[in-house]
């Protein structure tokens, strides 16, 4: 069952630019993540936040999530050719399930 | 060096032969998980266990099998059920407790049926 959407599921941006990735999911949740995977690699996790936070900064990356339209976004600032990867949002639904859900997850290209 | 291992990195199986997947973590987790990620898509869980000698199925159980004998290990058996089993294969851990948090990944197994 896909509970989270990635949107759009391409980017390609030059280094430097911004990078905005969306991620749209469907029932109530106690926490959404990020993780990354670089081609052919297992996956990273990037950044946690919970159902009662709106806002989460670490680095580079900013999140939010906003429960009432069920949707958080990942903001990539000053982006780098490292930075190019597939990204994917995954939710823990509320109710104290043990599973991620991921989603179909998006692809980044930072062109240098 | 802590982390997770899986092994080997790539599987080539005949069709009709049941292959065992390695995961092994020595981070003292106690939930492990595997999921199939198919080209494309996002990750699918296959099976998961919360503690030694317990395990669940997840979304795409069928045609496989796994085994937590051991805290640090969680082997998956891909058997002659399953029908498409070609797919990259991802085993992870996270540290239990009612507050969820992060998996950790291992690199991953690319099974290839021929």
């Known amino acids: 069952s896909q509970q989270g959407e990635e949107d759009p599921q391409a980017l390609s941006i030059q280094e430097g630019e911004n990078a905005t990735m969306n991620c749209s999911y469907k029932?109530?949740?106690?926490?959404l993540q990020w993780y990354r995977q670089n081609s052919g690699r297992g996956l990273v996790h990037l950044i946690l936040?919970?159902?009662?936070?709106r806002e989460k900064h670490s680095g580079r990356l900013r999140v939010t999530l906003d429960t009432s339209k069920k949707s958080s976004s990942l903001l990539i600032t000053a982006s780098r050719a490292a930075d190019t990867a597939s990204y994917f949002c995954a939710t823990v639904l509320q109710g104290g399930s043990e599973k991620l859900v991921f989603g179909k997850g998006m692809k980044l290209t930072v062109n240098p | 060096d802590g982390g997770i291992t899986q092994s080997p990195k790539y599987l080539f199986r005949k069709e009709g032969q049941n292959v065992t997947l390695s995961c092994e973590q020595n981070?003292?987790?106690?939930?492990m998980y595997w999921y199939r990620q198919d080209p494309g898509q996002g990750l699918r869980l296959i099976y998961y266990s919360q503690i030694v000698n317990d395990f669940q199925k997840g979304d795409i159980a069928e045609g496989y099998s796994v085994s937590r004998e051991k805290k640090e290990s969680f082997p998956l058996t891909v058997t002659s059920a399953q029908k498409n089993p070609t797919a990259f294969y991802l085993c992870?851990?996270?540290?239990?407790?009612?507050?969820?948090?992060?998996?950790?990944f291992g690199p991953g197994t690319r099974l290839t049926v021929l």
């Open positions: 992870a851990s996270r540290t239990g407790g009612s507050s969820y948090n992060e998996q950790f």
């Open positions: 029932t109530s949740i106690n926490n």
């Open positions: 936040i919970r159902s009662n936070e």
């Open positions: 981070l003292n987790h106690d939930a």
